[in-house]
């Protein structure tokens, strides 16, 4: 049977005369709420593509609020074009739903592979054709969406009208579509990513946008002039989109080996970050998020910077907190101190530790650290934490990465050192690891008025670890600092006669005015943005 125009009571497939009425009606209500749910599953396949061009942008440019906040602009700028060029689109609406489902979950599903692999081919310096490559495709995809519900809308209008209202009509599409975006919203960041990795994810919504085409294809068959055709671009994009999945390992370790350039000990993904560790004849590298956070050859440098002036220059610490710094190395520094009884550290993700006490490369690096009967180990929130712990420490490190972002940025708030203060004993010290003072001056010196603005007394002072340059931090206290009389043992890096050459800024990295760094301003986060994104 081939109909030329959708009967009124529009059915896939002839009815035969020994159907009822009620079985009619049945059938088409078990259409109708199909159809519908295809727009849940659009509206889900959007927005990761949309999330994960964000987060591509984010990991390989550099893991920044600019980066995502622009690659969201444009996608849902790109979106409004599509829903405005769905207008021109007259005929064959179905035949050109199906088009574009395959379209968007072939162009969709394969960008963060593609993105990958552009990232690893392109030779170093090349970011402004990687950043074309990346808005173009953002742009594509966006609009292919764009025109999806459009489409919807009117293939539900045509074929089941005498059943709806067009105010009835939109609002059963917008719920499916704002639901189907509020679960992936969700399962993104929880699930999707930790569990299957941000090239996976494409795919397997790229593969879920090719069965609303083959399924959209089996309702309404009989309605398409070319359905060998259409079949036949059905199961060629479900191919290349099944190939792809199965070899979306290879092409990740392909382009991370290309991107590292170094032999990977180790990669995996936790629910906060991606892990990877290099290994080759110049040491041993941690990446997060494919930022550096150590070398093995001049870690010792950053950590004895890091570590003892404040727990020296107390003198003999007890009770001593690190917060970050779930590599150990930290931990390993405190422990060459016999006072200290107890350490506490709060590092939000257990996969680090996990991996810093179990994994015996890493575990050489840390000395055991972790694995000291005098340590706790807290997996959660340093803020939270700091909000509901009661306790008080002689020394706190402050080990977070850089504020790169709104979520980093809080740890570097007056809010945030409030709660350091009143977890520091009378005569304890914190210690902040504070940016490079050279490269990002104002960053730097923005901490140091953030931490004196909370009524602390600061000593700033910064460190050659070759690694990052020129690096700095700040002590903090209601007390003087002075220097310390003695020193650990064993230590690589630093002397008592060289303490005092920390403290000495040169004129280009000297104190500038700034601004105070508060949850409800979160200047840091625009002032690092600014200064290191001139040298990426």
């Not at 520094?333 to 550290?345: D, H, I």
């Not at 490190?397 to 009378?426: C, E, M, R, W």
Request: proline content about 5%; charged content about 15%.
């Amino acid at each position: 049977m081939s109909l030329t125009t959708p009967p009124e009571n529009f059915l896939p497939e002839p009815a035969s005369p020994a159907d009822s009425s009620a079985a009619q009606s049945a059938r088409i209500s078990l259409h109708e709420l199909l159809l519908l749910a295809s727009v849940f599953v659009v509206a889900a396949c959007g927005l990761v593509y949309e999330l994960a061009a964000g987060a591509l942008a984010s990991y390989l440019l550099g893991d920044s609020i600019l980066q995502f906040s622009t690659i969201i602009g444009t996608y849902l700028f790109a979106m409004g074009l599509g829903s405005w060029l769905s207008r021109y689109l007259e005929r064959q609406l179905i035949a050109q739903f199906l088009k574009i489902e395959l379209l968007v979950g072939l162009i969709g599903g394969l960008m963060p592979a593609a993105l990958f692999a552009a990232h690893s081919l392109l030779p170093p310096g090349q970011q402004t054709t990687f950043r074309v490559l990346l808005y173009a495709l953002v742009l594509l995809v966006g609009a292919l969406v764009g025109l999806e519900i459009p489409l919807v809308m009117r293939i539900l209008k045509k074929y089941f009208k005498q059943r709806y209202a067009l105010r009835d009509l939109v609002s059963q599409v917008l719920t499916f579509d704002y639901l189907g975006a509020l679960v992936v919203a969700l399962a993104f960041p929880l699930l999707l990513v930790p569990h299957l990795g941000l090239v996976r994810t494409g795919l397997f919504f790229g593969l879920l946008n090719a069965f609303v085409a083959v399924w959209a294809l089996y309702l309404f068959r009989y309605e398409l002039r070319a359905l060998k055709s259409h079949a036949l671009a059905c199961a060629l994009t479900i191919a290349t989109l099944s190939v792809a999945m199965f070899y979306a390992d290879h092409l990740t370790s392909w382009a991370e080996d290309r991107f590292y350039g170094e032999h990977i000990v180790l990669r995996e993904s936790s629910d906060y970050q991606r892990v990877v560790v290099t290994s080759g004849n110049a040491g041993v590298r941690l990446f997060l998020n494919g930022n550096l956070q150590f070398h093995s050859k001049d870690e010792y440098r950053y950590h004895e910077a890091l570590v003892h002036p404040a727990m020296a220059g107390h003198g003999a610490p007890k009770k001593v907190l690190v917060l970050g710094g779930g590599d150990g190395m930290a931990v390993r520094e405190v422990l060459r101190y016999a006072s200290v009884e107890s350490v506490t550290l709060v590092e939000l993700d257990p996969h680090m530790t996990r991996l810093f006490s179990t994994l015996p490369l890493l575990r050489r690096l840390n000395q055991d650290a972790l694995l000291s009967p005098k340590l706790k180990i807290v997996n959660a929130d340093a803020f939270g934490w700091l909000e509901q712990s009661s306790e008080v420490f002689d020394v706190i490190i402050i080990d977070f990465p850089d504020p790169s972002n709104f979520s980093l940025g809080k740890l570097y708030t007056t809010s945030f050192y409030q709660l350091v203060d009143q977890h520091l004993s009378a005569g304890g010290y914190a210690v902040v690891q504070t940016t490079s003072p050279l490269i990002a001056r104002r960053s730097f010196w923005t901490v140091v008025s953030t931490v004196e603005a909370v009524g602390l007394s600061t000593t700033p002072y910064h460190a050659h670890v070759p690694s990052f340059g020129e690096w700095g931090f700040v002590l903090a206290s209601r007390r003087p600092w002075a220097p310390p009389r003695s020193l650990p043992t064993g230590l690589r890096f630093l002397t008592l006669d060289g303490v005092p050459a920390l403290l000495n800024f040169p004129p280009d990295m000297a104190r500038l005015p700034t601004e105070i760094n508060r949850l409800s301003n979160q200047a840091l986060v625009h002032e690092f943005e600014t200064e290191w994104g001139k040298v990426h």
